[in-house]
Protein backbone atom coordinates (compact mmCIF):
# COMPACT_ATOMS: atom_id res chain seq x y z
CA UNK A 1 0.00 0.00 0.00
CA UNK A 2 1.68 2.83 -1.37
CA UNK A 3 1.04 5.61 1.05
CA UNK A 4 3.18 8.30 -0.72
CA UNK A 5 3.37 8.64 -4.41
CA UNK A 6 5.53 10.25 -7.22
CA UNK A 7 3.66 9.83 -10.21
CA UNK A 8 6.28 11.32 -12.14
CA UNK A 9 9.50 8.83 -12.35
CA UNK A 10 11.59 11.33 -14.59
CA UNK A 11 12.14 15.07 -14.98
CA UNK A 12 13.88 17.05 -17.53
CA UNK A 13 14.48 20.82 -16.88
CA UNK A 14 16.78 23.56 -18.62
CA UNK A 15 19.25 25.02 -16.81
CA UNK A 16 17.99 27.98 -15.21
CA UNK A 17 14.57 27.34 -15.49
CA UNK A 18 11.88 26.26 -12.59
CA UNK A 19 12.00 22.35 -11.94
CA UNK A 20 8.70 21.49 -10.05
CA UNK A 21 8.26 18.24 -8.22
CA UNK A 22 5.31 16.72 -7.20
CA UNK A 23 3.89 14.03 -4.88
CA UNK A 24 1.04 12.63 -3.62
CA UNK A 25 -0.37 11.20 -0.06
CA UNK A 26 -3.49 9.27 1.18
CA UNK A 27 -3.00 9.18 5.14
CA UNK A 28 -4.72 12.30 6.45
CA UNK A 29 -2.86 11.33 9.30
CA UNK A 30 0.61 12.71 8.18
CA UNK A 31 1.47 16.00 9.45
CA UNK A 32 5.34 16.31 8.36
CA UNK A 33 6.71 16.23 5.21
CA UNK A 34 10.23 16.17 3.77
CA UNK A 35 11.92 16.26 0.78
CA UNK A 36 15.03 14.14 0.16
CA UNK A 37 17.72 14.45 -2.90
CA UNK A 38 19.73 11.28 -3.59
CA UNK A 39 22.84 11.08 -5.70
CA UNK A 40 23.64 7.55 -7.30
CA UNK A 41 26.06 4.99 -4.42
CA UNK A 42 25.32 7.98 -1.92
CA UNK A 43 22.30 8.25 0.76
CA UNK A 44 19.69 10.22 0.62
CA UNK A 45 20.24 14.27 1.68
CA UNK A 46 17.67 16.38 2.99
CA UNK A 47 16.88 19.09 1.10
CA UNK A 48 13.85 21.33 3.33
CA UNK A 49 10.86 20.04 4.96
CA UNK A 50 7.45 21.37 6.18
CA UNK A 51 4.69 20.93 8.79
CA UNK A 52 0.94 20.49 8.27
CA UNK A 53 0.39 24.03 10.33
CA UNK A 54 2.10 25.39 7.00
CA UNK A 55 0.94 25.86 3.57
CA UNK A 56 4.93 26.62 2.10
CA UNK A 57 8.27 26.73 3.49
CA UNK A 58 11.68 28.22 1.41
CA UNK A 59 15.02 27.79 1.66
CA UNK A 60 17.20 29.20 -1.08
CA UNK A 61 16.28 28.01 -4.35
CA UNK A 62 14.02 25.39 -2.76
CA UNK A 63 10.52 25.86 -2.00
CA UNK A 64 8.01 23.31 -0.75
CA UNK A 65 4.05 23.76 -1.02
CA UNK A 66 1.62 21.95 0.70
CA UNK A 67 -2.30 21.65 0.04
CA UNK A 68 -3.66 19.82 2.73
CA UNK A 69 -7.40 19.51 1.30
CA UNK A 70 -5.93 17.69 -1.45
CA UNK A 71 -3.02 15.90 0.17
CA UNK A 72 -0.83 16.72 -2.45
CA UNK A 73 2.73 18.70 -2.11
CA UNK A 74 5.27 19.81 -4.44
CA UNK A 75 9.00 20.97 -4.52
CA UNK A 76 9.94 23.92 -6.44
CA UNK A 77 13.53 24.78 -7.46
CA UNK A 78 14.57 27.26 -9.04
CA UNK A 79 16.65 28.45 -10.61
CA UNK A 80 17.62 24.92 -11.69
CA UNK A 81 21.48 23.87 -12.22
CA UNK A 82 23.28 21.17 -13.44
CA UNK A 83 24.36 19.72 -10.11
CA UNK A 84 20.64 19.24 -9.26
CA UNK A 85 20.37 16.22 -10.99
CA UNK A 86 19.56 13.79 -8.84
CA UNK A 87 16.63 11.56 -7.91
CA UNK A 88 14.51 13.11 -5.60
CA UNK A 89 12.11 11.52 -2.83
CA UNK A 90 9.02 12.87 -1.03
CA UNK A 91 8.63 11.51 2.78
CA UNK A 92 5.98 11.98 5.37
CA UNK A 93 5.25 10.92 9.06
CA UNK A 94 2.45 11.02 11.33
CA UNK A 95 3.11 12.40 14.73
CA UNK A 96 1.60 9.47 16.72
CA UNK A 97 4.29 7.58 14.61
CA UNK A 98 6.99 9.83 14.37
CA UNK A 99 10.25 9.07 12.54
CA UNK A 100 8.33 6.57 10.18
CA UNK A 101 8.62 7.88 7.66
CA UNK A 102 7.42 6.91 4.31
CA UNK A 103 8.72 7.68 0.99
CA UNK A 104 7.40 7.87 -2.42
CA UNK A 105 9.36 6.32 -5.51
CA UNK A 106 11.26 9.42 -6.52
CA UNK A 107 11.52 11.29 -9.21
CA UNK A 108 14.93 11.14 -11.31
CA UNK A 109 15.48 15.00 -12.37
CA UNK A 110 18.11 15.78 -15.13
CA UNK A 111 19.42 18.57 -15.53
CA UNK A 112 20.47 19.89 -19.04
CA UNK A 113 22.62 22.96 -20.19
CA UNK B 1 30.58 15.59 12.19
CA UNK B 2 30.92 13.17 9.89
CA UNK B 3 27.54 12.64 10.06
CA UNK B 4 25.89 8.81 9.78
CA UNK B 5 28.86 6.51 9.15
CA UNK B 6 28.03 2.62 8.22
CA UNK B 7 30.36 -0.36 7.28
CA UNK B 8 30.84 -2.16 5.13
CA UNK B 9 30.20 -0.03 2.10
CA UNK B 10 30.02 -2.99 -0.25
CA UNK B 11 29.37 -6.68 0.81
CA UNK B 12 29.41 -9.79 -0.73
CA UNK B 13 28.55 -12.90 0.63
CA UNK B 14 27.38 -16.39 -0.11
CA UNK B 15 23.86 -17.61 0.74
CA UNK B 16 23.28 -18.88 4.32
CA UNK B 17 25.56 -16.87 5.70
CA UNK B 18 25.15 -14.18 8.26
CA UNK B 19 25.64 -10.80 7.51
CA UNK B 20 26.66 -8.30 10.07
CA UNK B 21 25.77 -4.09 8.92
CA UNK B 22 26.96 -1.44 11.56
CA UNK B 23 26.40 1.81 11.81
CA UNK B 24 27.49 5.13 13.77
CA UNK B 25 24.33 7.74 13.99
CA UNK B 26 25.27 11.17 14.73
CA UNK B 27 26.58 12.22 18.25
CA UNK B 28 23.10 13.36 19.85
CA UNK B 29 20.63 12.18 17.99
CA UNK B 30 18.47 9.69 20.12
CA UNK B 31 16.62 8.00 16.74
CA UNK B 32 17.98 5.63 14.91
CA UNK B 33 16.85 4.27 11.62
CA UNK B 34 17.70 0.95 9.39
CA UNK B 35 15.94 1.37 5.73
CA UNK B 36 16.35 -0.74 2.72
CA UNK B 37 16.27 0.06 -0.90
CA UNK B 38 15.18 -1.91 -3.38
CA UNK B 39 13.76 -1.64 -7.49
CA UNK B 40 11.13 -3.22 -6.20
CA UNK B 41 9.60 -1.51 -3.26
CA UNK B 42 12.27 2.00 -3.03
CA UNK B 43 12.53 2.76 0.30
CA UNK B 44 11.03 1.09 2.68
CA UNK B 45 11.87 1.85 6.67
CA UNK B 46 12.92 -1.96 8.89
CA UNK B 47 13.28 -0.79 12.15
CA UNK B 48 13.97 2.18 14.33
CA UNK B 49 14.74 2.80 17.58
CA UNK B 50 14.64 6.01 19.72
CA UNK B 51 17.01 6.08 22.72
CA UNK B 52 17.99 2.70 22.26
CA UNK B 53 15.31 0.74 22.27
CA UNK B 54 12.97 -0.30 19.53
CA UNK B 55 10.26 1.21 18.97
CA UNK B 56 8.46 -0.48 15.46
CA UNK B 57 10.03 -3.09 13.96
CA UNK B 58 7.03 -4.04 11.89
CA UNK B 59 9.66 -3.49 8.69
CA UNK B 60 11.74 -6.34 9.62
CA UNK B 61 10.75 -8.45 6.89
CA UNK B 62 11.88 -12.16 8.85
CA UNK B 63 12.76 -13.50 11.66
CA UNK B 64 16.21 -13.87 9.98
CA UNK B 65 16.75 -10.00 10.46
CA UNK B 66 17.69 -8.99 14.00
CA UNK B 67 18.84 -5.19 15.00
CA UNK B 68 20.32 -4.06 17.81
CA UNK B 69 21.51 -0.77 19.78
CA UNK B 70 23.66 -1.32 22.74
CA UNK B 71 24.44 1.82 23.02
CA UNK B 72 23.79 5.84 21.69
CA UNK B 73 26.60 5.34 19.40
CA UNK B 74 26.02 2.32 17.60
CA UNK B 75 23.65 -0.08 15.91
CA UNK B 76 23.93 -3.28 14.33
CA UNK B 77 21.27 -4.81 11.05
CA UNK B 78 22.08 -8.73 10.83
CA UNK B 79 21.09 -11.80 8.37
CA UNK B 80 21.25 -14.92 9.76
CA UNK B 81 20.90 -17.07 7.47
CA UNK B 82 21.36 -14.60 4.27
CA UNK B 83 19.40 -15.37 0.77
CA UNK B 84 19.32 -13.53 -2.69
CA UNK B 85 16.39 -11.91 -2.14
CA UNK B 86 18.32 -10.04 0.59
CA UNK B 87 20.73 -8.35 -1.83
CA UNK B 88 20.07 -4.30 -1.35
CA UNK B 89 21.50 -1.00 -0.03
CA UNK B 90 20.86 -0.72 3.74
CA UNK B 91 20.79 2.83 4.71
CA UNK B 92 21.07 3.94 8.41
CA UNK B 93 19.95 7.37 9.75
CA UNK B 94 19.70 9.20 12.52
CA UNK B 95 17.57 12.46 13.82
CA UNK B 96 17.74 14.27 17.22
CA UNK B 97 14.01 15.54 16.10
CA UNK B 98 12.33 16.39 12.46
CA UNK B 99 14.68 15.33 9.48
CA UNK B 100 16.59 12.31 9.67
CA UNK B 101 19.99 12.42 8.13
CA UNK B 102 21.16 9.22 5.80
CA UNK B 103 24.80 7.52 5.71
CA UNK B 104 25.84 6.14 2.55
CA UNK B 105 24.55 2.76 2.87
CA UNK B 106 25.98 -0.70 2.60
CA UNK B 107 25.57 -3.03 -0.83
CA UNK B 108 24.51 -6.37 0.08
CA UNK B 109 24.65 -8.95 -2.45
CA UNK B 110 23.96 -12.60 -1.51
CA UNK B 111 25.14 -15.00 -4.08
Known amino acids: DQQVKQNSPSLSVQEGRISILNCDYT??????FLWYKKYPAEGPTFLISISSIKDKNEDGRFTVFLNKSAKHLSLHIVPSQPGDSAVYFC????????????FGAGTQVVVTP | DAGVIQSPRHEVTEMGQEVTLRCKPI?????LFWYRQTMMRGLELLIYFNNNVPIDDSGMPEDRFSAKMPNASFSTLKIQPSEPRDSAVYFC?????????FGQGTRLTVV
Open chain 2, 93 to 101: ASSSQGAAF
Open chain 1, 27 to 32: NSMFDY
Open chain 2, 27 to 31: SGHNS
Open chain 1, 91 to 102: AASALNSWGKLQ
